[in-house]
């Protein structure tokens, strides 16, 4: 531990008094009602995690709240400064738990592109296709306990039910539900295996048809527009200013996608669209997320139509392991393999910033090496973390239950946010 | 991205405007323009380069460069939306003086991203509305992500270092 004193310019208050140092004398409210401050969480269901909420109330109507989060901070950056780079992706892809393969997609593409490392064009469309099921995949979670907490409690089996399949192709394709380490550094872990083609497409024949359901049952109920349709909503200038990226922001109008904007793993390669929202509410951010869904399955079906043929990962034997049957023959190989296990490949000094486009939006990773076989520094910029301070501007003068639906709109991974 | 003849471009115009120590370094590397900045002029550098366009930050980070001095950066990923270019200014400040001009008044998603690096570098941002912890607990100790912060983890006991943890079990 460092031996200076720092100089801290925030008050030092005790954890569990909080609730003391929050000022409320700002807040307006009329003279003959009393202000409540009431801590939603940390373990409550509709906060999606462990995630607690200081909410000011005058009667039922939130006037202030403020986001606590840490309850769920592991340390994974700090543990991946101990890591030789690719024992780093497991412990990455834990971070926003639904969106394991952008996580380790981010990472790999960063430690790529401080490697120059080119990625063969088969594995690109490989971790796209994964990248897309991924998307999908989260969708249907956010969408089962959005729904929950509505009060649809049967969305949340039928969304489940998808997600389950997503899974069983991921166990498929990589022998893991979650958590696959599938994004290699250099290009994926395997080929995927035979009928793996055949079991997606039946997936991308259902998916579309499901969206429908889904839209039949929520788009239009009474309830559902009356929680949704005109609640907190938040213009674009806003969001910007607050960082606010992915499917918040394009619900109010603004195409900000990095698929489209700054393609990268091949992007480039497929036809598909940005759907964006026109007034930003919440029932803009419902409809923009199931509609990405079926974007995600026209592209997931252009990757297995157009799947070039030739290597699932790179052939420089410097970064990626070699293949099994070679250590048998090759002393090549054998030093090779030794090499990568026991030390891992060592990355030129420098400092990257990787952003791609994950189901919440830009997630970045920054990296810095120093010429060892361990990074200096990783950071993930995670989009929840950032997302989560526009709670504030979106939930402020609405009521209590509004704030729960705004919440669940949000869509906020604890585990990203705290990491 | 802006290119190096972009970059230095950027960097020309603000040593004219704040003087010729206003940009300490200019890189371009991996097709990435980066600037370092002279830590005071933050928020002049932020809003000078809002003017040309990059009008979203991306990203804030903090780097721990031990055993370096300066030791501690602060990185500000900025972003054009219009023109699709990403630019990076980078300020490092040392340890005795750890101290940094908070952006968030100008950039209101400034605000969680100072308050992790505060928690995890000890970092400080001065006029930072709300500066305290966001990860770790309030009571905690330290700044975990220093590079010479231990790793910790609990002893393991075996027979043959059983005397220098007495009462361990207990």
């Known amino acids: 531990m460092s031996d200076i004193e720092t100089r801290p310019s925030a008050p030092q208050i005790p954890y569990r008094e909080m609730e003391a140092s929050h000022e409320i004398e700002h807040i307006a409210h009329g003279a003959e009602q009393e202000l409540l401050t009431l801590n939603l969480g940390p373990h409550h269901p509709a906060t999606h995690g462990v995630l607690r909420l200081l909410t000011t109330l005058e009667g039922e109507i939130v006037r202030d709240i403020k986001p606590i989060i840490g309850y769920v901070h592991t340390g994974i950056e700090k543990t991946a400064e101990d890591k030789a780079y690719w024992k780093v992706i497991p412990v990455i892809e834990r971070m926003d738990y639904l969106a394991y393969y952008f996580n380790a997609m981010a990472f790999c593409g960063a430690v790529e592109t401080l490697l120059e490392l080119e990625v063969p064009k088969r594995a690109q469309y490989l971790r796209v296709l994964h990248m897309e099921l991924n998307r999908i995949m989260s969708h249907m979670v956010w969408l089962g306990t959005s729904a929950l907490d509505l009060g649809a409690i049967s969305m949340f089996w039928y969304c489940f039910r998808d997600r389950e399949t997503v899974l069983d192709l991921f166990e498929m394709s990589s022998g893991q539900r979650m958590h696959t380490r599938y994004i290699q550094v250099g290009g994926v872990m395997e080929d995927i295996p035979p009928g793996f083609d055949a079991k997606v497409r039946e997936f991308c024949a259902e998916m579309p048809g499901r969206v429908d359901q889904f839209l039949d049952l929520l788009a239009k109920n009474e309830i559902v527009l009356q929680r949704l349709r005109g609640v907190a909503a938040v213009d674009e200038k806003t969001l910007l200013d607050l960082g606010v990226t992915g499917p918040l922001l394009r619900s109010c109008g603004n195409p900000w996608d990095l698929r489209k904007a700054e393609p990268y793993s091949s992007y480039e390669d497929f036809d598909f669209k940005i759907p964006v929202g026109t007034t930003g509410d919440n029932y803009d951010r419902f409809i923009v997320r199931l509609m990405e869904v079926k974007e995600s399955v026209k592209i997931i079906l252009q990757c297995l139509d157009g799947l070039p043929e030739g290597d699932y990962i790179s052939d420089n034997r410097k970064y990626v392991l070699p293949p099994r049957h070679e250590l048998a023959t090759s002393m090549e190989a054998l030093i090779h393999h030794f090499k990568l296990v026991t030390e891992g490949f060592r990355v030129p000094p420098g400092e990257v910033y990787y952003p791609i486009e994950g189901p919440r939006g830009e997630y970045g990773v920054f990296l810095r090496s120093d010429g060892s076989s361990k990074p200096a520094r990783v950071h993930m910029r995670d989009p929840s973390f950032v997302n989560l301070q526009a709670t504030r501007p979106m939930v402020q003068d609405l009521y209590i239950a509004d704030l729960i639906a705004t919440l669940a709109m949000l869509d906020p991974i604890l585990g990203g946010i705290d990491r | ?170």
């Open chain 2, 1 to 170: 991205m802006p290119d190096a003849t972009g970059l230095e471009l950027i960097a020309q115009e603000l040593r004219d405007a704040h003087g010729a120590d206003a940009v300490v370094d200019t890189t371009y590397f991996r097709d990435k323009a980066t600037l370092t900045i002279a830590p005071p002029l933050v928020r002049e550098t932020l809003a000078h380069l809002k003017d040309r366009g990059f009008r979203f930050l991306a990203s804030v980070h903090g780097v721990d460069y031990y055993p370096e001095e300066p030791r501690f950066g602060v990185h500000y990923e900025l972003l054009d939306m219009t023109e699709v270019d990403r630019i990076t200014v980078k300020l490092r400040v040392p340890l005795d003086a750890p101290n940094v001009l908070s952006v968030t008044p100008q950039w209101p998603t400034a605000d969680h991203q100072e308050r992790e690096v505060y928690d995890m570098f000890g970092v400080i941002f001065d006029e930072h509305p709300d500066l305290r912890r966001i990860l770790m607990p309030e009571d905690y100790e330290g700044h975990p992500q220093r590079r010479d912060f231990p790793i910790g983890g609990e002893p393991v006991l075996f027979t043959h270092n059983e005397p220098r943890y007495p009462r361990y079990t207990q």
